[in-house]
């Protein structure tokens, strides 16, 4: 208990002091023009207590025997006393140009701005951060010096990259399924394009369609090349671009309903619950078990009811039907949008057509889910083993990360769309816009700098996933991922060499990012 | 200013708001400490009386008043309420304010921990590798002479050379498990006409008469979160103590028997060949790997499996209700692993102290850890905070009151203090990359089909640190 | 979407099939269901909530589910089975586990969680507002540098931070025998402190980014304005800025408070053996014992974990309101 008080004591402590502090830096640095004697006295006393702090905490040897005899305090005050003398005496005889002091002062005014952020980066991160390319050069205890070859056993080990397998990207369905969508994107374009007169019009929709595609071809990819590195490469892919369009989508509409804030909570809320339970409530959705007994896992529950619906039993049929009904309507829309003219109605509701045709053809032949049939013919539960089967267990486990973090985009990208000014949206209805139109023209365009700060935020976050690949398979089954591999090289082993190689592979990989992202700002600005 | 003034001042309005809201917070939180604090008075007031009511046992004892922190993984209510229950005991004794912190991350943690200056007077290693590396770079103090009489009056020589390195004693054990027991129901066994399987060979040839007569002989799982594949190992150690002699099985663990060796590969293969019998194993989806290894009781009692390997402290995870080898109909009782050679080797593992700092009351406490007086309580004050069954404790310290003990209990300790050799879980023993590392997860590679035994046991050579 | 289907299924006539091959009739179902799906972003959104309810509250029936159900039975059989108990939440919040049992650990998190949400919004608005509006030498570079340094996964820094902590900071002249003492030993290894200190550290990069990126777009012309009047950057930034960036704070306080409020490793780090300073993250976690013997108590853990992170995002989300930069901005 005295520990919570003290803990509240140091926040009172902590906000007063640095409230103080930037207080009196920030008056005194607005003396830098009228009284640079007082500056420099006070910047002597400062610097002059903080050398006799030092000087007094001199150690020698193996023993700490204090270097230099007399209290701390003597020489705290002897120092401050000292120094602050020296630095009026050079304040008052040498005091420097108008413009140099007009200079000093807007530099030391940034500084009162900055330098509390900078010393907690510096003691918080940047030390740390040289400790740790300086032990990656190092050997497991740390002493024996090893040069790059840390790095090497990183990038020539099979675990973590292995490009044996690319051969199996062409014959993959998902390889297939993309080059389709790219072809369909492409002679929509073509087609637009030609009614345009241009060679190729990329509107809206088909950049969606190529975005899937592109999805479709990187999990193609990342299914077939394997390794700690791609997989973690496949998260930040997959993860970034379906959380952040997840998380638009939520803001966007939840913009317009009336119950938004509630609608919002509940996709909010998986980002308040800790990383031990998310563990828990997805090993609860995936979690299978023995046939023969009934599934406790929702997921598998629902694929192995699925596996009861045959033919034979009627289930079937009903689905069959509600199947049937569901593709008739999409076709009639697609003839719709055909005769309007509405590339993307009839676009997007062929493609939805297609995987509705391909379940009514496996309800009614091979049948769905989990539906192994039994000695007697009464169909037994084929349960999924979503964690264990090696490679798209990889996607489920990003599942959990995408259902954790859409939320995250959601409230950054409600915010900047709170932030669109309503007289430029009310001008756009004016106009006689529509939603779509009002959201293209107007919402989209101003809000696109915060979707790339969300973008990159996710990025750089997903690139560091630890939490839940260590709490659902700590690496196993082929979903390891860099952080995981370094907090197990580093914790786990104390291998500080291999470990710190790993950290600084991890921070060279986003770097890159946050640099793009910075120009872009810049430009931007 | 190119805005009108009202608006200002709503701004203004709304950023008091957020100020206020944030220091309300604050203002909550800190009445609930001091409402808390309060509490926390009552509660040492109220142990202080206590105290002062106990008979006098403090004659100004020296150690009165000095402090000793404990930091171990053992943290339920029941183990951790147990184990900080002994040392309450023991320090009504002696005045040594002692408090016990369990975590579940405990031994990842205590790496860092020591590392970075913060270590514990005492930490429990479930671990004696683990033991072992922290000794090896000075962390840890060597027992005085008279801590390690003071052991040796408790332990045989069999449990305290687990926490020997190089000859040097750093380590006192303070709790055993027995890890060679075949979990079953006698009354099914004897109704379906099957025997306790007295060797090997016997328990492969009952597994086929079961499989023959419908029934699943095992109940196997090896998930378990980060330690997934510890089951696997446990198998295999089990197994490397019955096919080889004991000084294999200490060259194996001291990493100069090869894994890659036909002596432990063979072992895999024996694993696998069972596990992999179509009919064998009661598991989800069909897949030991994806069965979380906690799962296994429900199955057992519910008669899907006839058998389940597992140690001593399984019996906790056994659906609440199940009664233990009381002779009753659904009893659930356990059988030594059998054997393969006809000898009774023991699986064994368990938790030994060691003590980061060199204070006399850190040496008295560490004492009682070693003690058979610290087992009793500790059992008595488990045994009462799981309400009945067994406590999942044990302790292989000799001279313990045997009354404390269930009977099932009683016969777990009789074959831990009969056995001819007993051995320490090997993955234990291993450097961490090896035990807590590639042992789990390339064991489970290969029980999930995604290695065979060749790749996987070559793995495990290439990354033990050398 | 399956509702949509349904109610568009209603609205048409018998023999759908058909429909379809007659000449006039794509047209007006077209249109009907054209009209319908023009409704349907409102339907997407309550899926989505919907699917993303789901596990969370399977989560929250098995909490009220006894240990062996949870492990033999679906949560949703309990809805015929009955059978429903209080237990694991009397065992959560009564569990003496550790010193000071969940309550304790809870305001623990208050200690943690409320001054790491706080002081690092207020110096990284500091720092953002110079990066954005004072010019001085080396801006940008000091700018990249320290957003760069998002890319640094933090567990490297735990255990330099925690000798520091442990140890204060010291360094041995290379050559001789003496040793500078730049940090003193605080001993502050174990308590809360080292805790928020740590998160605020941590918090930094990102709490920059964010809130630079909000800052720099503010109108230029309001501090050229101000500036014309006299006032210097501190006012500036306490009377324009701040109440501008209201929603981005707000956004970046529900963030900090909820990581810091679940972060499980740096507390454990910071803390080591000193259970009494525990957090209700590690106390949860734990409870479930060595080998997950009471795993079940996870469930309820998870929602009296959840709790306080879910009253803060209902008091802050009211921060995020339309119209704050109402004709302040230029399109």
Redo the contacts between chains.
Sequence with gaps: ?T??????A??VI??GA?AAV?WVT?RLF?LVERRWAVVTATSGVLAGGAAG??AS??????D?TP?LAGSQLVWIVGGAAVFGLAGAAVGLLRPPSAKRTSAMQ??L??????G???L??A???????L??IYLSLFD?AGTGFRGLANYGDIFTNAQSLDLSGWAGIFGSQLFWGSVILFAFALAIALARGRRRGVAADFSASTVGIGIGGGLLLSFAVFANLRGTVMNNLWWVVAVTFLSTA?GL??A???D??KRE?F???????????????A????R??Y????????????L??IWVWFGTLRPSTGGAWIAVA?L???T??L???C???V?RRQSA?AIGSATAAIPLLWLIYRFIGPGVGGSILGPNGEPIA????F??E?PFNNVWLMVVLI?IQ?G?AM??L??AI???????IEAARVDGADERQVFFGVTLPTIV??IT?VM??MI?LV??V?DIV?????????TQVI?NE???R??????LGL??AL?VV??L???P???LN?RR??RG? | MTHPTHQRTRRGRRATQLIGVLFAFTLIAAACASDDDDDAAATTAAAAATTAAAPATTEADPLEGTKVTVFGPESSDEEAGALRDALDHFAAQTGIEITYTGARDAADQINAQAAGGNPPDIFIFPQPGKLADFARDGHLIALPDDVIASMNEHWTPAWTAFGDVDGTQYGIPNKSDLKSLVWYKPALFESKGYGVPGTWDELKALSAEMIANGDTPFCIGIESGPATGWTFTDWVEDLMLRFHTPEDYDAWVAGDLAFSSDEVSGVFNEVLDLWNTPGMVFAAGGSIAATPFGDNGQPLVDNDCMMHRQASFYAAFIPEGTVFADGSADAVDTFYFPSVKGDKPVLGAGTLVGAFRDAPEVWEVMKFFGSSEYAEVRQRAQTERKGGGLSGFLSAATNQDPSVYQPLEQSFLSILQNADVVRFDGSDLMPAEVGAGTFWTEGTAVVNGDKNVAEATQAIDESWPR | MSSAVDAAEAEQPAGSGSAVRERQGPDRIGRAVYRFLRSIPVWVLWLMVIIWSVPTGSLFLNSFRHRDDQRASGWWTSFTEGNWTLENYTDVLSSGAQTGGLWQALLNSFAIAIPATIIPIAIAALAAYAFAWIPFRGREWIFIGTVSLLALPNQVALLPLLQMFSGGAHWSIPGTEIVVTLIPDFSLAGTATAVWLTHTAFALPFAIFLLHNYISTLPGELFEAARIDGADHFTIFWRIVVPLSVPALAAFAIFQFLWTWNDYLIALTMLGAAGENYPATIKIASMAGEFGLREHLLSAGAFVQAGVPMLVFFFLQRFFVRGLLAGSVKS
């Design positions: 208990m520990a919570l008080w003290g803990a509240f140091g926040v902590a906000v640095s930037f920030h607005g702090a030092v905490g001199l150690r020698s040897g193996a700490s270097l807007s530099r005014r940034a500084l009162t701005f900055v509390p952020a900078m907690f980066v003691l918080g991160l940047i030390i740390p951060l400790r740790t497991k997840l989508l939520a966007v509409i939840a317009r309903t804030s609608a919002k909570s509940l996709i909010f809320l998986p980002m308040a619950i800790s990383f031990v339970g563990g828990i409530i997805w609860f959705m979690i299978a078990r023995p046939p023969q007994k009934s599934q406790t896992g929702l598998n529950a509600v049937a009904t569901a008739a309507m076709t009639a829309l003839a719709f949008g005769r109605l084929g349960t999924i083993l964690v264990q090696s259902w859409t995250f409230v950054i409600s915010a709170k932030a669109v000014p309503s007289d430029l700098p915060t700060v990159t935020a750089v690139m560091k630890f260590r709490v659902m398979t700590n690496g196993n089954f082929g952080a370094m907090w197990q580093s914790f786990t082993e104390f291998n470990g710190s950290a991890l921070f990989g986003v770097v990012v946050m640099g910075i700002m810049q600005e």
